[in-house]
């Protein structure tokens, strides 16, 4: 597969190298410690739980798309606590190479939860019982639940 391809310049009609990268994105923990962590069931494919999160829009900073995503899939008014890490495996989205910024976050009102944009269902899961999730959303979780056990001791 050629990680470039050429289009025509929209004022000259030159040739323009275009370069495939990975689509950025950002996935978000929201944590409460008395109900676990929020996944959202996504009614799009593919199909399954995962955490909230999406496409960063051009123009967003990673920080901003988070908060945002958590509104617009959970309805949430989120405040990130902590950077989890930078997920790129290029097989970690079926769809297309992607690049995820993951962060944790807290609400301050967990009883506003409610599915919204891409997602048919959300809801807090216990960390210690999660149903199958999509992506590598296991990883960002597991990776998160490591570092609460480190800060907690």
Known sequence: MSITHDIPCP????????????APT??????DPTKGVVLI???????????PGGFIDYGETCES??????????????ILTELIGVYSDPKRDPRHHTMS????????????????????????????????IVFDHDVIVADFANRLKRLNK
Not at 41 to 51: I, K, M, S, T, V
Request: net charge negative; with cysteine; proline share 7%.
């Open 11 to 22: 004022h000259c009609s030159q040739p323009v190298t275009m370069y495939r990268n990975p």
């Open 26 to 31: 950002v996935d978000i923990v929201i944590y």
């Open 41 to 51: 069931e996504r009614a799009n494919e593919p199909h399954g739980w995962a955490l």
């Open 65 to 78: 798309a988070a908060i945002r995503e958590a509104k617009e899939e959970t309805n949430l008014d989120v």
């Open 101 to 132: 910024v993951a962060y944790s976050a807290v609400t301050n009102d967990a009883s506003a939860l409610m599915a919204g944009d891409d997602a048919q269902n959300a809801r807090f899961f216990p960390l210690e019982s999660l149903p199958t």
